[in-house]
C-alpha cells in the first residue's frame, strides 16, 4: 500500500491572506473574526494575517489572484456574505463569486478557500457567521490550515 497523505491543523510561520467584502459587512467582520480567531488558536501569530477589504462579493475572486500571484502567502481565504432579495441579483452574484474563486484556487498555486456564506434571510446570515450554526469564516482558517499543511507534506513527498 501506498503513502498516505493528509494535513494537519499547522501553519505556524506561514502568511496568510484574507480577502473580505466590505458589502454586508456587519456578516464579514464577523467571517474575518472567526477566521483569525482559529489561526490564532492554530498558532498563526496576528502579524502573519494580512486583511484586504473590496467594496463587494463580486470583487473577491480578482483581489485573491492577486495575492496568491504574489507568492507571499501559503493560502488565501476569500469572505464573504451574499444574501438574498426581491431579485435575481443574489443569484447572478452569488454564481460569479462561487466560479471566480473556484478558478482562482484552480489556477494558483497556493490554496485559496470559500469562506463565503450565501443566505436566503438575514437570520441564516447570522447564523452561518458566528451564531447557531457556527462561523463559516472560522471553518475556511481550518480548511486553510489543513491545505497549506497538506500541500507541505505533498511536496515532501
Excluded at 497556493?110 to 437570520?123: F, I, M, N, R, S
Aim: hydrophobic letters at 45%.
Amino acid at each position: 500500500m501506498g503513502k498516505t497523505f493528509e494535513g494537519r491543523f499547522d501553519a505556524r510561520g506561514q502568511q496568510i491572506a484574507l480577502v473580505a467584502s466590505r458589502f454586508n459587512d456587519f456578516f464579514t467582520s464577523e467571517l474575518v473574526e472567526g477566521a483569525r480567531d482559529c489561526l490564532r488558536r492554530h498558532g498563526v501569530e496576528d502579524a502573519q494575517v494580512e486583511t484586504c477589504w473590496v467594496p463587494g462579493a463580486f470583487e473577491v475572486p480578482l483581489a485573491a489572484k492577486r495575492f496568491a500571484q504574489t507568492g507571499r502567502y501559503a493560502a488565501v481565504i476569500c469572505l464573504s456574505c451574499v444574501i438574498q432579495g426581491d431579485t435575481p441579483h443574489f443569484h447572478y452574484v452569488a454564481s460569479e463569486l462561487t466560479k471566480g474563486i473556484a478558478q482562482v484556487s484552480l489556477d494558483a498555486d497556493v490554496p485559496v478557500v470559500y469562506g463565503v456564506v450565501t443566505a436566503e434571510t438575514l437570520d441564516q446570515a447570522i447564523e452561518r457567521s458566528g451564531t447557531k450554526a457556527g462561523n463559516k469564516g472560522f471553518d475556511a482558517a481550518l480548511t486553510a490550515l489543513e491545505m497549506i499543511d497538506l500541500f507541505a507534506r505533498i511536496d515532501a513527498g
